[in-house]
Structure formats: structure tokens, C-alpha cells
């Protein structure tokens, strides 16, 4: 069983920045793909980005390409969100998820992953 533990989320201006943080509660984070989705009121939960197991390789919903970037380190069995420019439609609950049994990236969608954190808040104001 992993625990997963998301901070950094709040309130920020349109074309702002926030960095989300997701702490894991296994010293074998290499052994998991992670992810985050976000779930806006009212929609149905979202992709937002996946890395695999090294690092060495992401994934991106297509709603953030190019401002957002998904990093980690395993080491600090943490996983990092990285949101520039954000918009206000960007405003949701944003979800940290891992899996050990996935194969590649392709295979991360909201019903493959195993573990979740409980969210953290993001809001962006127009």
C-alpha cells in the first residue's frame, strides 16, 4: 500500500505559477509510474501528465502541453507538478496517483492507477 500526499495547491492569478508536490510513503518510489489528473466541478476527472519510472519519460494531456511539467525524484520519494501560465479553466482539484503494474505511459488513464492522494486545490482567478 503507498500513501500519497499532495501539497502546494492555493490560489493564484491568471498567468501565474505553482509548483504541486506529491509525497510518497514507500522508499521504492522507482518502482511506480506516476501521474496527476484534476477534477473541475462539475467534470468528470482529467489526464494531466504521467513520468515514468526513471524520469526519463513524460506524458502530457494536451489541455497543458507546453506549461506544464512533471518531474521527480526518487531518492525523496517525491513527484513534482510544475504549472506555468496558468488560465483559469486550469482551476480544480489536483490528484496524484502511482501504479506499479503499468507498462508505459500510454497506459495511465484515471481507472489504471492504484494509489491516489486525496488532492489539493488549485484556483485561478481571471
Known amino acids: 500500500q503507498v500513501q500519497l500526499v499532495e501539497s502546494g495547491g492555493g490560489l493564484v492569478q491568471a498567468g501565474g505559477s505553482l509548483r504541486l508536490s506529491c509525497a510518497a510513503s514507500t522508499r521504492s518510489l522507482i518502482s511506480y509510474i506516476m501521474g496527476w489528473f484534476r477534477q473541475a466541478p462539475g467534470k468528470e476527472r482529467e489526464f494531466v501528465a504521467a513520468?515514468?519510472?526513471?524520469?526519463?519519460?513524460?506524458r502530457y494531456g494536451d489541455s497543458v502541453k507546453g506549461r506544464f511539467s512533471i518531474s521527480r525524484v526518487n531518492a525523496a520519494n517525491t513527484v513534482y507538478l510544475q504549472m506555468n501560465s496558468l488560465k483559469a479553466e486550469d482551476t480544480a482539484v489536483y490528484y496524484c496517483a502511482a501504479d506499479a503494474s503499468l507498462s508505459d505511459l500510454s497506459r495511465v488513464t484515471d481507472r489504471g492507477m492504484a494509489y491516489w492522494g486525496k488532492g489539493t486545490l488549485v484556483t485561478v482567478s481571471s
Open positions: 513520468i515514468s519510472r526513471s524520469g526519463g519519460g513524460t
